[in-house]
């Protein structure tokens, strides 16, 4: 239930989400979120980084009982969620990424839990790419210089279940229980509006990255716990709001480790040449090993099953058709109808895409919810999924 706040009326839950530049993820966002509340009185805050392509006039006719905050000027990721902050009336608070996807039981799981639980003051969730792979930031603990050397230089990703190698991403913990952790990913904090009245939000020094770690790490200062709640996901396109990133962009990831260890550490100088070893060796690794883009893929004629029924189904193709993207589908999978021959049953779907070597799934939402679709993305881990929600024409990658 999206509900105005009128003054000094406080609602269950206030979600901020901060936007630059990516109004096709964030209308899809949007969508998902919409859905996610309609159990509980919230409100959905946007704050528009100057993204000067004209999202919010894009958004704002399609949403307007949302608010929209503009920026005049790019003020980073932690000022524009303060931003967003002042104007919250919920007593917990999401910070979510405008590249995500939540699943329909996803915010009021944790709305309770944090409601069950009066020492918990931060709650993060169980992330998948989407490629349907856990995202291991979803759980963290304090960066040190052992569980942070053994992340840069590969130890981790060798040994991805060890308490010792993967420390930093507590690779020892199920990802699919609830665990006390330290550290939560600015992808998806949900935290109580009191306990970040203390902390003044953010650290608005921190102009990208390295805020969430600095929010945590306070939120235990005050004597608190932080919860990862991994029997509920969310879908996270990693690195949309921010793309790959450029030189600058590492400048500012580098800037940002600095400050954190000089605010939270009494060495925290020393380690300072440490920093810049750490990014010598990202550097190198980056250049024998990049990172992976779903771009080549979807820039060639990877086959493609649309999941859906026929009106979904026949929209998809009117988008798809509008990008000349029709000759990558081979094939629908019915949800629910089974009157077109063209269409195979969902319990077919592993079969099917293995046989026809299918490199993509194109969702249909809400012939199937975005809980089930996570579900499945998690079973045929490697295929990339997409959405299409019926009356939207956003279709993420492509617009």
């Known amino acids: 239930m999206l509900i105005i706040a009128e003054e ?17 993820f964030l209308e899809q966002c949007i969508i998902t979120v919409k859905k996610a509340i309609e159990q509980l009185s919230a409100e959905i805050i946007i704050v528009d980084n100057a993204s000067e392509d004209n999202s919010i006039e894009q958004l704002s006719s399609l949403f307007p009982d949302i608010r929209f905050i503009r920026s005049a000027e790019n003020i980073g990721f932690a000022r524009a969620n303060n931003l967003g902050l002042s104007h919250a009336k919920g007593r ?50 304090k960066p040190t210089l052992l569980n942070t050397f053994f992340k840069l230089t590969g130890a981790a990703a060798l040994f991805p279940q060890s308490g ?10 199920s990802t699919h229980e609830q665990h006390p952790i330290q550290v939560l990913a600015g992808a998806f904090m949900m935290v109580k ?21 600095d929010l945590s790490v306070r939120i235990h200062q005050l004597g608190h716990t932080i919860y990862y709640l991994g029997d509920v996901c969310i879908v996270h396109y990693k690195g949309q709001s921010s793309r790959n990133r450029t030189q600058k962009q590492n400048h ?50 990877g086959t493609a099953f649309i999941v859906g029924d026929t009106k ?5 193709i009117s988008i798809l058709e509008k990008r000349a993207q029709t000759a990558i589908v081979t094939g629908s999978i ?11 049953s969902l319990t077919d779907l592993t079969t099917l895409c ?3 070597q299918v490199k993509q799934i194109i969702i249909c939402i809400p012939d199937l919810s975005v809980q089930e679709a996570t579900q499945i993305m998690e079973r045929l881990k490697g295929l990339f999924f997409r959405f299409v929600f019926v009356g939207s024409e956003s279709l993420p990658f492509n617009n």
């Open 8 to 24: 000094n009326h406080y609602l269950e839950l206030s979600v901020i989400i901060v936007n630059y530049r990516v109004p096709v």
């Open 92 to 141: 917990y608070v999401l910070f979510l990424n405008p590249d995500t996807l939540v699943p329909e039981n996803t915010l009021v799981h944790c709305v309770h839990f944090l409601a069950q639980h009066d020492n918990c003051a931060a709650v993060g969730v169980r992330m998948i790419n989407g490629f349907g792979h856990y995202l291991p930031e979803s759980k963290r603990a």
């Open 164 to 173: 010792l190698f993967n420390r930093y991403a507590l690779g020892h913990l």
């Open 193 to 213: 509006k009191n306990v970040l009245d203390q902390l003044q939000g953010f650290d608005p020094d921190f102009f990208m990255y390295g805020e969430d770690v």
């Open 252 to 301: 500012i990831f580098y800037k940002a480790m600095r400050l954190f260890v000089n605010k939270h550490y009494t060495a925290g100088s020393l380690l300072v040449p440490f920093i810049f070893l750490v990014q010598w060796i990202a550097a190198l690794r980056k250049l024998f090993f990049p990172p992976l883009s779903v771009m080549p893929l979807l820039n060639r004629a």
């Open 312 to 316: 979904a189904y026949r929209q998809a």
């Open 334 to 344: 019915a949800v629910h109808e089974t009157g077109d021959q063209q269409s195979s």
């Open 354 to 356: 293995r046989q026809q």
